[in-house]
């Protein structure tokens, strides 16, 4: 008999390929399933609700296996932990374990995926703590013309100005449902802004929100006006919008189903 399990897992991006299995590097993947083999002697197929990149970090990643040998939930948290930390893959941990029915599906069974960009502005000296875990800018935003940029966006619009030259979805058509820009002034920074701009919606073209954030941080620097954001929807041309923004600043924080 089989049981399908769903996880919850967080997991620091540095130093890993991203979460998807490759030919050269470790990823997030392969860390967890080959903990799970030394756990129960048995290879496991993980499929997570999203694939991140390289250096891109996740608060609630979901995922699920299928497992012959019937586990409790403590035995699935703590094992697969106890097994990550003796293989030597640090910065990944199962946060929560759940026997499910075997027609869920951690990717296709999803509502909605909420992502957070996290940026440190107006900030001069170098990141001692959260190196490699936001994108600093050294110049202040102006949030309030970000969060007006950013409502253009909402809704269900085409994307190609905000898709990667690789994505390999069939349409540039996405809905977003919400995009929300939270300022934390002077939170354990001095005269700086730490700014997360969390973005909601069913599904995301391959790096599409790290191109929405670059280009509302180009917004947000006074280089564009806030209705920058429409006349990106409305050429539909990647050339012509802002660079990507760096992958350490993205996390990956919720799946509804």
């Known amino acids: 008999m089989s049981y399908r399990w769903k996880l919850t897992i967080e997991y620091d991006g540095s130093g ?39 250096g891109v970090h996740a608060l609630g990643q979901v995922a699920h296996f299928d497992i012959d040998r019937n586990f409790t939930e403590k035995s699935i948290i703590e094992g697969t932990n106890t097994k990550l930390y003796e293989l030597g893959y640090v910065g990944i941990a199962i ?5 499910i029915q075997n027609d869920f599906h951690a990717r296709f069974s999803a509502k909605k995926r909420t992502y957070c960009y996290r940026v440190v502005a107006n900030r001069q000296a170098i990141l001692a703590v959260d ?19 950013s409502q253009y966006l909402i809704g269900k619009h085409d994307f190609t ?34 700014i997360e701009i969390w973005v909601e919606a069913k599904s995301f073209l391959y790096h599409q929100v790290r191109n929405i954030v670059g ?24 050339s012509k919008g802002a660079k990507t923004a760096p992958a350490e600043g993205l996390y990956f924080m919720r799946v509804d189903y």
């Open 215 to 238: 280009n509302l941080v180009e917004i947000g620097k006074k280089k564009y006006p806030p209705e920058k954001m429409k006349e990106l929807l409305t050429l539909k041309d990647r």
């Open 131 to 149: 190196e490699n875990r936001v994108w600093k800018i050294k110049k202040e935003l102006d949030t309030d013309a970000m969060q007006k940029a």
């Open 95 to 99: 946060l929560n374990a759940k026997k």
């Open 161 to 194: 100005s905000f898709r990667a030259s690789g994505c390999q979805a069939n349409s540039p058509i996405r809905t977003i449902d919400n995009i929300k820009i939270i300022t934390y002034r002077n939170f354990h920074l001095v005269n700086g802004q730490y």
């Open 16 to 54: 890993y390929s991203g979460w998807q299995r490759q030919k050269y590097g470790s990823s997030i993947q392969q860390s967890i399933e080959d903990a799970i083999y030394s756990l129960g002697g048995q290879h496991v197929n993980l499929h997570a609700a999203g694939r991140t990149d390289a």
